[in-house]
């Protein structure tokens, strides 16, 4: 790995040191005392105003979050810390994924290696580099191979957010593959099967946060069910073995094309219900579902991030009230209702708060089963909130 060192030093303001000792790891620009001469990308030694050392920190000179801490100790040999929180990632996660062969191996904060995403899905890679530090072509390389020696993947593809770049002021450039030459493969969650293809989809390809949910749906669900934003089926082939009939909703053909292929993949047993997959809007759908008397034993609603900033809260509000009321009317009595936001700015007390608002209006009962988050490997670091985004509530309906 390259060396970085020495390190330059950037001075924080008193409430960025602040926030720093509450165990946060960022700090805003507005908290920078001095970026002058600090190049884009570059380790930094963070001092409190009065030169007292915080920290080492990864600067960019683009985004509002100014630094990220990487270590409470001023560091060195970044190659070499780099090389150990992989190691402490990957044996983080040994005892706690099971029963699955595509997971988070890397998240960002939450890993101490901010700024960085990486997925296994099964014998490939999917790298995501969302700041300037892991940027350079050297660590790039260096992350790379220390990726390969420790995992030996098939390949490693690198999945760029076009909009990431733009934002870190970083050069355009295609997602590809960086190592090996398999772009597709086939991954198993839960005993469920799916195609992956590393250079389609959203996210990196699914939606790995929600995999501890789909088992636990799987637990509750009975009779007639609907999922609601289902891309490519992934509650939906959950919810068929003990189901009797599936219903599966989404506004993206491409997701429901893979969806049908994926329920072709697991159609072992002649039992398991077939899935209708229906391309529509789903405030729309549900609209004309409600209105013409569709009744549901088992509704999932795992709808996009509707509040992306904190003034998107009130209308995204609205929306999870209007989707729930609706799941909520269509649910027999004895039904099950499992709901998502994955919404950093909707809390889970907005999340229930909304439920509630709509089981009155609905004129219903509803007990929580379960109050869930995303699943364990992608874990939340207590002080800092920003890692904890996704919601799910599972709930008893009645009358
Ligand atoms: N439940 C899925 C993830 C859903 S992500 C899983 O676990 O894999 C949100 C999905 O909502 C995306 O597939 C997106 O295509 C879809 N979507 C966004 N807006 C929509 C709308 N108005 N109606 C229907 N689907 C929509």
């Known amino acids: 790995m390259p060396q970085t060192s020495p390190n330059p030093t950037m001075k924080v303001s008193s409430r960025g040191a602040n926030r ?49 801490l990487i270590s409470r100790e001023p560091i060195t040999d970044f190659p070499g810390v780099v090389r150990q929180r992989i190691a402490d990632a990957i044996a983080y996660r040994e005892p706690i994924v099971h029963n699955t062969d595509a997971y988070r191996l890397i998240f960002s904060e939450a890993d ?17 580099i969302l700041t300037q530090a892991w940027d350079s072509d050297s660590l790039r390389q260096a992350l790379i191979s220390e990726l390969n020696a420790r995992l030996k993947p098939e390949s490693i593809v690198e999945r760029v957010d076009p909009r990431v770049r733009e934002l870190e002021k970083l050069p355009a450039r295609p997602s590809g593959l960086v190592h090996g030459s398999k772009t597709a493969t ?3 969650m839960n005993g469920v099967q799916f195609h992956y293809d590393g250079l389609e989809g959203q996210k990196t390809g699914a939606f790995l946060d929600q995999r501890e949910n789909y088992a636990a749906a799987a637990q509750y669900a009975h009779g ?29 053909r491409p997701a429901l094309e893979v969806a049908d292929q994926n329920a072709i993949l697991n159609r072992r047993e002649p039992t398991q219900p077939e899935i209708e997959w229906i391309e529509a809007n789903a405030f729309d759908l549900l609209k004309d579902y409600a209105a013409s008397g569709h009744q549901y034993d088992t ?23 209007e989707l729930n009321l609706r799941a909520l009317k269509m649910l027999r009595p004895g039904g099950i209702l499992v709901t998502c936001s994955c919404s ?23 007990r929580i089963l379960e109050l869930r988050g995303q699943s364990r490997d992608h874990p939340i ?9 996704l919601k799910c509530v599972i709930a008893h309906v009645s009358n």
Not at 30 to 52: C, N, Q, W, Y
Not at 346 to 356: H, K, R
Not at 357 to 363: E, G, I, R, V
């Open 186 to 188: 086939v991954i198993t």
């Open 224 to 252: 007639d069910a609907l999922d609601v934003f289902c891309y490519q089926g992934a509650f939906a082939l959950h919810l068929a073995p003990p189901c009797a009939q599936v219903t599966a909703v989404d506004s993206s």
């Open 299 to 321: 509704v999932v609603l795992d709808p996009p991030a509707f509040a992306k900033t904190k003034r998107d809260l009130d209308a995204a509000l609205r929306g999870y009230k």
């Open 20 to 68: 720093l000792k509450e165990g946060h790891v960022w700090v805003y620009r507005s908290d920078i005392v001095s970026a002058d001469g600090i190049p884009p990308g570059a380790v930094v030694t963070v001092t409190d105003p009065r030169g007292k050392p915080l920290g080492s920190a990864l600067y960019s000179s683009a985004s509002q979050i100014a630094i990220r």
């Open 344 to 366: 950093y700015h909707v809390s889970q007390a907005d999340l229930l708060g909304t439920l509630a608002a709509a089981a009155l209006d609905a004129h219903k009962t509803v």
């Open 381 to 389: 670091l207590l002080n800092v909130p920003e890692t904890s985004y």
């Open 112 to 128: 101490f290696l901010p700024g960085l995403i990486v997925d296994r899905y099964r014998d490939i890679l999917s790298l995501q």
